[in-house]
Each structure stands twice: as structure tokens, then as C-alpha cells.
């Protein structure tokens, strides 16, 4: 049985859109990923070595993730150092206006765990259009059979 994690924070629930698509994507019926969806305030170190592969998804706050993605990368730094090497991520960035700060500030920290960057970031300014909602759904799909058929 292959695992994706998807690890999301939303605050007026853009990202939340965002979210249930990657995770419907992911569910895909002809899929047999195994998928757990968790708020970046409720996700665990065990979440995490639990997984095949790993999605973020977080509005760009201040130019940078929000808060909460912060928060759950700071507290599982330590207790996964060098037991994540490798590990196929992709995330995705609800915006105003841009997006790039929070990609540029996970990739650095996906750096520092050695993350294996699978995907392009999935960028999307203001309200998600339908197309952009399946982009996401995509996404979900595409972890969730890159894993299950180890292509990572
Ligand atoms: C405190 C705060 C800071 C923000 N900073 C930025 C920013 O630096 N760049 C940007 O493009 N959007 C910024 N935004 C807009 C949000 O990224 C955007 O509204 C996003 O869709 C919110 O996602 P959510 O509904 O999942 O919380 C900010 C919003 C808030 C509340």
C-alpha cells in the first residue's frame, strides 16, 4: 500500500478548494493510494513517516508561506532529520497576487529535508477557476499514481 500525505492550511478557505481537489484527484478510484489529508496544524511527525510522498498546500501570506505551514515544518524539522531523504513533494499556493515568495520559502525548506521536488508548484491568484480546480485535481492524481507505480 503506497501513502500520500497532504498537508494544507487555508484561512478564508481558498486553499481549501484547492485542497479537496488535490485530495479527490488523489482518491481517484482507479487509484489505490492511500491518501490522508491533514491541517498543517494537525499533521504529525508520524503523518510524515507514514508517507510515500507529500503535498503542501498554503495561501502566500506576508510573501511567504503562512504561518501555520511554518509551524508544522519547524516542528518536524528535528525529529525527521535524514529520514525523509528522498521523498517526493509537490506543492501548491493560493494567492492575491503572486505566490512566489511562499514557493521560493518552501523549496528552500523542502531543501533542508532533503525533499525530492516532483512536480511544478501549482500557482493560483484570487478565486480558483474551474480549470485551475482541475489542475489541482491533476495533481492529486499525479502523486497518488507517481508513488503507487514508483515512478518518483
Ligand atoms: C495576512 C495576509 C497576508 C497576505 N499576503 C499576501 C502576499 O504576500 N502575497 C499574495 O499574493 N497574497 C497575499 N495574501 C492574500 C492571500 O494569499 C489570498 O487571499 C489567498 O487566496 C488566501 O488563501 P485562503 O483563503 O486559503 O486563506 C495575504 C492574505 C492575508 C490574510
Known amino acids: 500500500m ?8 487555508s484561512q478564508t478557505g481558498t486553499c481549501a478548494r484547492m485542497a479537496n481537489a488535490v485530495i479527490a484527484g488523489a482518491n481517484h478510484p482507479d487509484l489505490g493510494t492511500e491518501v490522508t489529508a491533514k491541517l498543517a496544524r494537525e499533521a504529525t511527525v508520524d503523518d510524515m513517516l507514514t508517507a510515500d510522498a507529500l503535498l503542501l498546500g498554503t495561501p502566500e501570506n506576508f510573501g511567504y508561506m503562512s504561518g501555520a505551514m511554518k509551524d508544522f515544518l519547524d516542528r518536524v524539522y528535528y525529529p525527521l532529520e535524514g529520514r525523509v ?10 494567492a492575491g497576487n503572486d505566490g512566489s515568495g511562499a514557493v521560493r520559502a518552501i ?3 523542502a531543501k533542508g529535508f532533503s525533499l525530492k521536488r ?29 508513488i503507487e507505480s514508483n515512478v518518483f
Open 2 to 9: 503506497t501513502r500520500l500525505l497532504i498537508v494544507y492550511h
Open 85 to 94: 531523504e528522498g521523498m517526493p513533494y509537490a506543492c501548491f499556493i493560493s
Open 107 to 109: 523549496e528552500r525548506i
Open 118 to 146: 516532483v512536480h511544478d508548484p501549482v500557482i493560483v491568484v484570487r478565486a480558483p477557476t474551474s480549470a485551475q480546480i482541475s489542475v489541482c485535481h491533476d495533481l492529486g492524481m499525479y502523486m497518488s499514481a507517481g
